[in-house]
């Protein structure tokens, strides 16, 4: 029901859109985040966005760098990542929350598959 796409192999400095389509339910009414596995670690949050889209979070690592935003018309997030480092590099999911969510995992409800993004130096 959701669908991550846009990553890929970029190199160190530049810039890529992850989008997180949704299917079959509308998450309109969801909080959305992006979290990341890296080659070897836990899984980890990236950015937080409220149903409105009025409120964001964002982890340290990426506050500056990373934007979230959605389109609820579309049913679908999106995830613009520039000044990419190698260690961006991982498996990029997306998650719906229906009461709230924000940095951990046990408070989504759906995720999608993934989508791979690679950082080369």
């Known amino acids: 029901q959701l669908q991550a796409s846009g990553g890929g192999p970029v190199e160190a400095g530049g810039a890529l859109r992850l989008s997180c389509a949704a299917s079959?339910?509308?998450?309109?009414?969801?909080?959305m985040g992006w979290f990341r596995q890296a080659p070897g670690k836990e899984r980890e949050f990236v950015a937080f966005?409220?149903?409105?889209?009025?409120?964001?979070k964002y982890a340290d690592s990426v506050k500056g760098r990373f934007t979230i935003s959605r389109d609820n018309a579309k049913n679908t997030v999106y995830l613009q990542m520039s000044s990419l480092k190698p260690e961006d590099t991982a498996v990029y999911y997306c998650?719906?929350?229906?009461?709230?969510?924000?940095?951990?995992?046990?408070?989504?409800?759906?995720w999608g598959q993934g989508t791979e993004v690679t950082v080369s130096s």
């Open positions: 998650a719906a929350a229906a009461r709230g969510g924000i940095w951990y995992e046990h408070e989504y409800d759906y």
């Open positions: 966005i409220s149903w409105s889209g009025d409120s964001t």
């Open positions: 079959g339910r509308t998450f309109s009414r969801y909080g």
